[in-house]
């Protein structure tokens, strides 16, 4: 069975730009969570999508982004970069309400 | 605000010494507790849920438990292969569905042959 897939998997973007990332849950998951890693903050919760519904979001500011498709593919979008936006950015997909399985996640690094 | 707090930030430990890693919690009103293993590079890797105080769960040479207040992950014998960071997670109930998994700053753990 194939686990959550995430691209791509380094990004190197340029202060003010805008990112699109992308996540194929594990087939089945139509629950799809975003997180930020950083060294300073660790893991911090972004946003929860299921049945294509922002279901819960963290703190983060208005930009940061995100949708679900249909088959349940997610994306997420930061807009107007920021130095500090520099992270990995971990994707995990869930039956709802189980446990939560992780991708190798999208290294993002801004310039 | 949920928040989880891990001890200690690192720790090396020579082959076959066993030893424990704690996780301390505040929820309001915990849904799951969760443990998972990061290699550098790597998206985290599920290893135990707990749901209950007093529930313990075993794989090879782990060991999770579960108080009210905190969790511990007890390493038995470790190899070289265990190092890692390893990460606590707690979430709690929600009206709308899951929230989000809140994360302690992990432990890394370094095992010297």
């Known amino acids: 069975k194939a686990g959550v897939t995430q691209t791509p998997r380094y990004l190197i973007k340029t202060r003010g730009q805008q990112v699109t990332l992308s996540c194929s849950p594990i087939s089945g998951h139509r629950s799809v969570s975003w997180y930020q890693q950083t060294p300073g903050q660790g893991l911090q919760f972004l946003f929860e999508y299921f049945s294509e519904t922002q279901r819960n979001k963290g703190n983060f500011p208005g930009r940061f982004s995100g949708r679900q498709f249909s088959n349940s593919r997610s994306e997420m979008n930061v807009s107007t970069l920021e130095l500090g936006d520099s992270a990995l950015y971990l994707c995990a997909s869930s039956l709802e309400g189980a446990v939560a399985f992780f991708g190798q996640g999208t290294r993002l690094t801004v310039v | 605000e949920d928040q989880v707090t891990q001890s200690p930030e690192a720790l090396r430990l020579q082959e076959g010494e066993s030893s424990s890693l704690n996780c301390s919690y505040t929820?309001?009103?915990?849904?799951?507790l969760f443990w998972y293993r990061q290699d550098p590079g790597k998206g985290p890797e599920f290893l135990f849920t707990?749901?209950?105080a007093g529930e313990e769960k075993e794989k090879e040479r782990l060991k999770a438990t579960l108080t009210k207040k905190e969790s511990f992950l007890h390493i038995t014998a470790p190899k070289p292969e265990d190092s890692a960071t390893y990460l606590c997670a707690v979430q709690a109930h929600s009206g709308g569905g899951a929230d989000g998994l809140t994360f302690g700053k992990g432990t890394h753990l370094i095992i010297q042959p």
């Open positions: 929820v309001s009103g915990l849904r799951g």
């Open positions: 707990l749901y209950s």
